[in-house]
């Protein structure tokens, strides 16, 4: 079974630490995104990575960077975080082939920042 | 970009089939209609997709419209397991990016 990890379920920050998100895929997969999820808003895309050292913005990345030094890990990476990045951050991995391959997601991070 | 429209909400009993609609007026003749649900407290987890033809699997099976403008989610019988929050989603673009919109938060009565 496919299994996407992040390191971790609740964190509380102060606004303005810098912030590091990290998530590992067990499965090979040549892509990963990084979602922030919000009440009434579903899943919105911040950033994806296709390989290694690869990256590409989503819809809202804004106040984020990533980082995939390693296929199996990819990070985000919140540089000031702010009260308005309070939300439920989920990894994603997928593979690649014939299309489409289904996302499998981790457990999600459930970041407050005050 | 083709978007898609679910009821808010909706209740079962259990033990009794589900039919969760999904409209896609706009879908293009290459978007995957895929389906993922989101039980409380976890990460979404893929359901079903497909292209034209209807579709089953051990989960649940997709029934698609002739003219692709429409979809259902058919839970052939629901359990209390089965109470989450259900996706309809539409990928597109060379990289099949899926575009989430707020899904129908399925309430199963005993």
């Known amino acids: 079974d496919v299994k996407v990890t992040q390191s971790s379920r609740y964190l509380v920050k102060r606004t303005g630490e810098k912030v590091f998100l990290e998530c590992v895929q067990d499965?090979?997969?040549?892509?990963m995104f990084w979602y922030r999820q919000d009440p009434g808003l579903g899943l919105r895309l911040i950033y994806f990575s296709y390989d290694v050292k690869m990256k590409e913005k989503g819809d809202i990345p804004e106040g984020y960077s990533v980082s995939r030094e390693k296929k199996e890990r990819f990070s985000l990476i919140l540089e000031s975080a702010s009260t308005n990045q309070t939300s439920m951050y989920l990894c994603?991995?997928?593979?690649?082939?014939?299309?489409?391959?289904?996302?499998?997601f981790g457990p999600g991070t459930r970041l407050t920042v005050t | 970009d083709a978007k898609t429209t679910q009821p808010n909400s909706m209740e079962s009993n259990e033990e009794e089939p589900v039919h969760l609609p999904c409209n896609h007026s706009?879908?293009?003749?290459?978007?995957?209609i895929h389906w993922y649900r989101q039980l409380p407290s976890q990460g979404p987890e893929y359901v079903i997709h497909?292209?034209?033809?209807?579709v089953n699997n051990r989960m649940a099976s997709l029934a698609i419209a002739e003219d692709r403008k429409s979809s259902t989610l058919i839970l052939h019988r629901a359990t209390l397991r089965d109470a989450a929050v259900y996706y309809c989603?539409?990928?597109?673009?060379?990289?099949?990016?899926?575009?989430w919109g707020a899904g129908t938060k399925l309430i199963i009565k005993p």
């Open positions: 497909g292209l034209t033809s209807n």
């Open positions: 706009t879908i293009s003749g290459t978007d995957y």
């Open positions: 989603i539409l990928s597109m673009d060379s990289n099949y990016q899926l575009i």
């Open positions: 499965m090979d997969h040549e892509n």
């Open positions: 994603a991995s997928r593979g690649t082939g014939e299309p489409p391959y289904e996302q499998y």
